[in-house]
């Protein structure tokens, strides 16, 4: 395996880019060699077949949707409540709506996952291990709702996202007041 960190990661954003333009069936060795500019058979390199390519991606998704370590220290360091919750929401929502690229590759890969057994345990670790860290996070920071609440809001958030980034239902309704209505209607 090539060893060469950032043309590895170079080379996962361009796969991202083909799955969010052209879907998991545009999704080949070829195709994001293509888009990353590189000689043919240097995706195949880095990965060596699709579902290496595909864990690739994942990894990458993770990376690109990080929180910023200030943001959880400023939150950490906030005082719990609903504000400091809907502040978080807030942040994940920019992060999955600013890197729509990222956000809609991770769609795909996820409609993806309910057809193929191995994207779906690829996907399935990744994301309980980003839940499992929301939740810590809340309890850590003393923030409210617990494993359940969080849960509600991951499934509410998933929709607002799906219908930013598509055909809006509502689309002179700002996200933030959303947001709002979604933190009141949930932790009450």
């Known amino acids: 395996m090539a060893k060469n960190d950032s043309r590895r990661r170079s080379i996962a954003d361009a796969g991202l880019a083909v799955l969010a333009k052209d879907g998991s069936r545009g999704l080949t060795h070829r195709a994001v060699d293509l888009a990353a500019g590189v000689p043919t058979g240097t995706t195949s390199n880095y990965f060596r077949s699709r579902d290496a390519l595909v864990a690739g991606l994942v990894d990458r998704i993770g990376e690109r949707l990080a929180p910023a370590p200030e943001d959880l220290e400023r939150r950490a360091a906030g005082t719990p409540g609903p504000a400091l919750f809907a502040d978080y929401i807030r942040d994940i929502v920019r992060r999955l709506s600013d890197d729509r690229d990222v956000t809609l590759a991770l769609f795909e890969l996820r409609l993806e996952s309910s057809r193929r057994p191995e994207i779906a345990a690829v996907l399935g670790a990744w994301q309980r291990a980003g839940f499992d860290g929301d939740v810590a996070f809340n309890t850590a920071a003393g923030l409210p709702g617990a494993r359940r609440e969080i849960a509600l809001f991951h499934y509410a958030i998933d929709g607002l996202l799906l219908d930013r980034l598509t055909t809006p239902i509502d689309p002179e ?9 979604l933190v009141a209607g949930l932790l009450g």
């Open 173 to 181: 309704t700002p996200t933030d007041d959303i947001i709002d209505d």
